[in-house]
C-alpha cells in the first residue's frame, strides 16, 4: 500500500497554503497527494433537522466537486504537482472526514490552522484542533501565510501602512 499525504481542502487561501505545503511533504515522501473536501447541507450537518431532497443533495454534491475542482486549478495553475493526485470529496464534518481518510499511520496529515484573530490568538481552527486529538498518524498543522492576515485586515477595512511598520522582523 502506497503512503499517502492527506490534506484539507476548502478553497480558503489557508488549505491552498496546507495543498502547497501537503504537496511538498508528498514529493519528498514520494507518496501519493490525497485531497479531500468535506461538504454538508445547507442549514447544518449529518443531523440537521431539514430535510432535503435528492435533486438538492444531488446539487450539494456537484458543487462541492466544482469547488474542488476550482481550488485544485488555482493551487496548480503554474504546473502540475509532480505527484500522483487523487481528489475526494465526502459528506460530514471536515474533522472526521479527515481523520476517516488516512489509511495508517504512516500517512501524514496535513490542515490549514486558519487566521488567528486578537482574540484568540493561541487557539487553532476547529478542525485542526480535531485532528491534532484523534489523527492515528502525524498531523502537519500549517500556519497561515503572513500576507492572508493583512488580506483579511483590508477586507475588513482595518489595514493601514502603519501595520506593516510595527512590525517586528522574524529571526532568521
Known amino acids: 500500500m502506497q503512503r499517502r499525504v492527506v490534506v484539507g ?41 431539514a430535510t432535503y431532497g435528492t435533486a438538492v443533495l444531488g446539487e450539494c454534491r456537484e458543487a462541492a466537486r466544482d469547488d474542488l475542482c476550482t481550488a485544485l486549478d488555482t493551487a496548480f495553475a503554474a504546473g502540475r504537482p509532480g505527484v500522483t493526485l487523487v481528489g475526494c470529496t465526502v459528506r460530514g464534518d471536515p474533522g472526521a472526514v479527515l481523520v476517516d481518510a488516512v489509511r495508517s499511520s504512516d500517512d501524514l496529515l496535513v490542515v490549514g490552522t486558519g487566521i488567528r484573530g486578537r482574540w484568540s490568538p493561541g487557539l487553532r481552527a476547529p478542525v485542526a484542533r480535531y485532528c491534532l486529538a484523534h489523527a492515528p498518524c502525524p498531523v502537519l498543522a500549517v500556519p497561515p501565510n503572513p500576507l492572508e492576515a493583512e488580506l483579511a485586515a483590508v477586507r475588513r477595512g482595518t489595514w493601514s501602512p502603519d501595520n506593516t511598520a510595527r512590525r517586528s522582523p522574524r529571526p532568521s
Do not use: D, I, K
Open 9 to 49: 481542502v476548502s478553497g480558503s487561501l489557508g488549505s491552498l497554503t496546507a495543498l502547497h505545503r501537503a504537496t511538498a511533504e508528498a514529493q519528498e515522501r514520494n507518496a501519493e497527494l490525497y485531497a479531500v473536501l468535506a461538504w454538508q447541507l445547507p442549514g447544518g450537518g449529518l443531523g440537521s433537522r
